[in-house]
C-alpha cells in the first residue's frame, strides 16, 4: 500500500503496535455497530484485525499529524454493490473514526485523499460508499464528499448476529470527480 497524505492526515499501512490506538475507538459501541460489527472486547482482538487489515491490503490508518495517533481506518475494498457494473474498475470505500475526533471533517479529508489516489493513481472508473440507514453521520460525510445516491438494499450482517439492516448505496464515478 502506497502511503498517502492530506493536511491533517496520514494514511499509511496498519502496524501491529498500533493496537492500543485501535482498541481505543473499536471498543466503543458507537462505532462497530455503525459499521457493520461488534465492538471489541479487548486489545488482542484489535490486534488480531490489524493482522487481518495487514494481509488483506485494502485498509488504511487514519493518523492525525499533530499527535502522530491513529484515530480511524478507510479502506478501499474490492467490492461492486451493482453486478450490472462488473465491467467497470471499481472499489468501495469504508471508513470509521474515533468518537473523539468526530465533527472535526477528519472522514471527508481522509475520504477525499483516496478518491484523488483511486481515479488518478488506481485508475477506477468509479468508487462506491455506502451507509447503513440508521447512520446519519456518514450520510453526511458521503454527500459532502460528491457521491450520488444509486440505490438501497436489505441485507443481514454476519458480523452482527445476521441483524437485518437497510444499506444505501452511493458512487462517484471518475468524470464527475475529475470535473468537480
Not at 111 to 124: A, M, S
Request: aromatic fraction near 12%; charge should be negative; include cysteine.
Amino acid at each position: 500500500m502506497e502511503m498517502l497524505s492530506s493536511e491533517r492526515l496520514i494514511l499509511r499501512e496498519w502496524r501491529e503496535s498500533d493496537s492500543s490506538d485501535l482498541y481505543e475507538y473499536a471498543k466503543s459501541g458507537l462505532v462497530g455497530p455503525n459499521a457493520g460489527w461488534k465492538p471489541h472486547k479487548n486489545e488482542d482482538e484489535s490486534k488480531d484485525i490489524i493482522k487481518m487489515f495487514i494481509s488483506n491490503d485494502d485498509t488504511y490508518a487514519i493518523v492525525i499529524k499533530s499527535e502522530n495517533k491513529v484515530i480511524g481506518s478507510i479502506g478501499l475494498h474490492n467490492r461492486k454493490p451493482d453486478e450490472e457494473l462488473c465491467d467497470l474498475e471499481q472499489r468501495e470505500i469504508g471508513y470509521v473514526l474515533n468518537p473523539v475526533y468526530w465533527g472535526n471533517g477528519y472522514v471527508p479529508e481522509a475520504t477525499n485523499c483516496l478518491l484523488n489516489y483511486g481515479f488518478n493513481e488506481l485508475n477506477l472508473d468509479l468508487i462506491w460508499c455506502g451507509h447503513f440507514d440508521f447512520n446519519n453521520n456518514s450520510k453526511r460525510v458521503i454527500e459532502k464528499c460528491g457521491f450520488k445516491y444509486r440505490f438501497t438494499k436489505d441485507e443481514k450482517l454476519r458480523l452482527l448476529d445476521n441483524k437485518e439492516v437497510r444499506t444505501l448505496y452511493y458512487n462517484i464515478l471518475k468524470s464527475e470527480y475529475i470535473n468537480k
